[in-house]
């Protein structure tokens, strides 16, 4: 029956790893904003077109 | 390539489109294009500043603007909190806002209240496309932050500043005050870090005793002991970490001799840990340690809920919030920019348009043309010539004005008014303990006498069983579900009336609504729209050409009742004369205004010129050879004289907001309604919805302040409605002050509620609700009070068993949470204030 432990053991080790990832995560800010990261993935896929296609100012 | 062919090829499929659903809308902003709208590279535009931006925005490649959301732009419009470009260059200001300045890199951190959509974000993360010298900006959705990092030697801040602007993001600087105070707001990171690991830990525990729910062969010591030492080594987090909040809360309560709801939680947890601990110790049973991390993991939950609910909104304002932090002083011919503060007896300061008088003073050069909304809520500006006084709080409308200050800041009119009636907000209310502290200091009292209760009955039987019962009785008795009921139900309140246009500070104010019964009004600005008048002509009534002509002549004038007939009279694109019943000119074909020459205006008459050969005077009845008719309250007459012959005039009354008469009405079935104004008389519109005892004239501010006085001194609870800051005594001194606002970052003094302008009429649902949810929470506190005393007689009878605990308490809480949100939500749609339109 000791083997029980010794899974108990590895499975709170590695819970105890997501929870202190969660904790890191949770103080690096990466909680705070959950708007502007899902549109900033969807701009930057776009090709930059910026300095070689300007325009003229009136058409 | 690609950019330009877009841009021709698509928006003429969008002009295609508009033109057959007869509408026009902005390109830029999505409002309605109702007059001349302006056509540019195929698209319309409702003003300058739209088509300025899009041109922008072309010119780099931004177009994707466009295809993110439906209506991104936002519309320029200026207010008091738009701070001038050059006061960036001031050191004081940029060190305020410069995070970080090396080697000619710049982080600075701005406020851009704007942002409202994944446009937004797009835009203002791709500035670098705009300004080569910027290196990176990245948005902060959530505190509507701006971080931008830039190469100071090429642009400095104040440019930076400009350009925000002129694509209509224009950063707030107010006082300093939003960077610390924003990050209050807001649910605080180390509440989930809380909640997770007190998540982790219930989970975990729960896990370890179920051999023990499942009544598992207990034949192996070894094995339970084993989970017993697991569950108590993930019980120490929660004790020493998760809960940490409620024990300082309970503590800070008991040494201001107060008992809130945290003591008796705190009791609660004390109890269930050391009766878990002395039960493991001593080999009698398992623990609690199940229970204890429910326990905590829903409370903090009912704390989150608390703090996400919470209205990110400062509604606690300073002075400084409002007036503009910098004025530019002119001394001899240079302008520099000084802080209000400086200011000095006898300095010269500049006015410009469409900004805030920041101190008292003489008006020294120029047509001040006064806008006091601020202070008392009549919009109409007021004339002031050189040598007139101007007070603080005044928002000049037209061109620059010279001042020369009167008394320095800390002196002025507007400080002391505020300062009279402002001075400690929350304090000065009258005391109206929550009502869950109530029910938990009588709470705490029966838990307690129940424990010595059933302590002494059995000392006297057995003593062994002392301990067991007292700890159960306060392990049971914890009032969990009662702490979740209120923050839940109100919290949930607050969630609907802000989607419905009214916003709280704070849960408190939802309980103190439920019990007004006597609401007070201002008129101007609060039941009265602030710039929406109503219109008719009297005379003979003119032609078209005639209206165009008045129209050429008006838009030239400064006067305000003049922008208003020059905006009605304005000419349309659309043939629908039913579309616009408001406008009083529509001519399908000729778009062409024509120019008014030898235009001559004269001050306090009216305005004159040459329009299409023909002579036009707008003014007074003596300027246009008219004769003065009758006028009603709140009444304004525009006369018309064309080629020398008096036409008649326009009829201009400022119009009530919509519903006004049915909301004053509706609210009549909780309370006694008040109209208090500061003019001399009141617009029929409205007077017909009060008895005539019910209106009071002529109210200063002091007197509406002492109006609500008298009326709590009756024994009334007093809801206040009003807008300008000659309400803010009034809005400190009732029970509940809400403050009407019509664009989010209006000028709106302290107060505890914010309603959206647009949204008067559901007042009475409002406070409704806030009265159905006092009952809910009532009924829930029935609730959590049956499973208290169905869970005492387990406990005093010694038959508290782990399991029955690891039940009950989870069980509970959930019913209780279930039951107000399911409730409030039902009776928020019964009232109708389900949809935000």
New interface residues.
Partial sequence: MGIIFLLIGASTVVAVIFLTAFVWAMRSGQYDDDRSPAVRILGDQRPDQSKTTNIPKTS | ????QR??ALPHIRGVEQRTAEKYTCYHCGDACLEDALRF?HKDFCCPGCKAVY?LL?????C?YYA?TERPGVKEEQDATTVRAELFDLPEVRDKLVEYSEDGITRVTLHVPQMHC?SC??LL??LQ?IEPAIVRS??????KDLSITFREEHFSLRQLVELLRRIGYAPLLSGGAHSEGKRGAGVP?ML??KL??AG?AFG?IML?SFPDYLGADTS?P??MK?FQF?NFMFSLPVIFFSSTGFFTSAWTGLRNRMVNIDVPIALGIIALFARSVWDVTTGHGPGYFDSLGGLIFFLLLGRWYQAYTYQAMSFDRSLNDFLPLVVLRKRGSKEEPVSVGDLQQGDHIIVRDQELVPVDGLLHMGTGNIDNSFITGEPLPVRRNVGDTIRAGGRQRGAAIELEVLRPFEQSHLKRLWEEHSGSSTAQRPAMPKMIDQVAQRFTVAVILISVAAGSYWAGRDMDMVWPVVTAVLIVACPCALALSMPFAYGHTMRLLGKAGLFLRDSAVVERMAHIDAVVFDKTGTLTAREAYELHFEGSPLRPDEMRRVHALARNSMHPLSAVLAGRLRPRKNADPASAPSTHWVDVQDLMIPTAIEVHETPGRGIEGMVEGLGVRIGSAAFTDGTEALREAGEAHVHIAIGGMHRGYYVMRKRARTGMADMVEGMRRFATPWLLTGDATVDPEVQRAFHSEEVRTGCTPPDKAGHVRHLQEQGHRVLMVGDGLNDAGALQQSDVGISVSETSAALTPASDAILDARHLQRLPSAVQLTRRARRIVIASLAISLTYNIAGVSFAVAGELTPLIAAILMPLSSVTVVGFVTLAVTIAAGRLGLHNRT
């Fill in positions: 390539m690609f950019v330009s841009s021709v590279d041109g072309q010119e780099s490649g931004l994707d993110l994944s974000i797009w993360e791709n496309r990245r948005v902060r959705f959530t505190s990171r989930y870090i997770g690991v982790f975990n370890f192996d070894q094995l084993g697991l």
